[in-house]
């Protein structure tokens, strides 16, 4: 209990269980002074208390900190060692390509154009208290992943062209009439002879090859019928175009096996041997036409038959 008088004031103790009571009398400057020495003291535990709390948490989150920059120390190792890897599997990559694209009658990618170097290197902004070795390991790792990205759509672009160039050459390999047509004895050959009919000296245009009659007759490469039907000497005649300028005939023919615009394959039936039009005895004749030209067939045969 305290009782205000002008310039004291009186604090007095009462016990709760009866008893004897104490007073004190104090000055109001003194009891003044003792408040706000008390609420300085306060603030300053306050002041105190919050700033080692503050000092606690900075030091926590700064143990977290060093914690995650040595994983992510580690994490750049770890991809900078993958990128040197990478680097050499595309070296071995560019050479392989290169055996290939010679394989294939292209001419190899030059060496500037596979630095695929595309202006100077710009580091993008980084905090201002990223280490120094830091920030140039991240530049060295940035660099060599923007180059193998760049020499993987180069490398990407250059098997593609290999894959047309090469589908293009089986395409025309397939197309190219490299078998003989049918078994049998070449009775004559491509060029000047005796003509057995006139006597008289003339140009063979093809190959005669004898067999009985009713012998297949095979497409020596692939192609598309363009003419089937009678023609003349020829007789029963069949005309396969393999393009790229090679027309392929057969004349004599006892009967065709394929019609006029069949795609035909390789190794396929098309018609039968037989001694149609102007023959002395049932046999093929055969025709390369290579452009507007008839050329030896012989130098397109590289196996005797396919049967």
């Not at 002074?33 to 503050?54: E, K, N, P, Q, W």
């Not at 190792?77 to 055996?99: G, N, P, T, V, W």
């Not at 490299?178 to 003509?195: E, K, L, V």
């Not at 007759?217 to 023609?231: L, S």
Request: glycine share 10%.
């Amino acid at each position: 209990m305290i009782l205000k008088e002008k310039t004291f004031f009186s604090v007095v103790f009462i016990p709760h269980h009866g008893g004897r009571t104490f007073t004190f009398r104090l000055a109001r400057w003194m009891a003044f002074s003792l408040i706000g020495f008390g609420a300085f003291l306060l603030l300053g535990l306050c002041l105190v208390t919050t700033g080692y709390v503050g000092k606690f948490v900075d030091l926590s989150h700064l143990h977290k900190l060093q914690i995650e920059n040595r994983i992510l120390g580690a994490r750049l190792e770890e991809y900078a060692a993958k990128a040197e890897i990478l680097k050499k599997q595309m070296a071995d990559l560019a050479s392989f390509d290169a055996k290939l694209r010679m394989a294939a009658g292209l001419s190899p990618i030059d060496p500037d154009i596979r630095k695929v170097g595309v202006g100077g290197y710009t580091q993008p902004p980084l905090p201002a208290d990223v280490r120094a070795a830091t920030a140039d390991k991240l530049q060295d790792v940035s660099q060599t992943i923007g180059h193998l990205e760049r020499e993987t759509r180069l490398q990407i672009e250059s098997f593609e062209e290999l894959e047309a160039t090469i589908a293009a050459k089986r395409d025309r390999l397939a197309r190219l009439p490299s078998i003989q047509p049918t078994p049998g004895w070449i009775t004559s050959n491509f060029g000047m002879r005796w003509d057995p009919f006139t006597g008289q000296m003339k140009m063979h245009e093809g190959l005669d090859i004898a067999a009985p009659e009713g012998t297949l007759i095979v497409a020596p490469a692939d192609g598309q019928v363009k003419f089937a039907g009678y023609r003349g000497n020829f007789g029963m005649c069949l005309e396969v175009d393999h393009g790229f300028g090679l027309v392929t005939r057969y004349g004599h023919c006892l009967m065709f096996k394929v019609g006029l615009g069949a795609a035909v394959r390789r190794g396929q039936v098309i018609a039968l041997v037989g001694q149609t039009g102007r023959a002395t005895g049932p046999h093929l004749h055969y025709e390369v036409v290579s452009g507007d030209r008839a050329v030896d067939p012989q130098n397109y045969i590289m196996l005797p038959r396919m049967f």
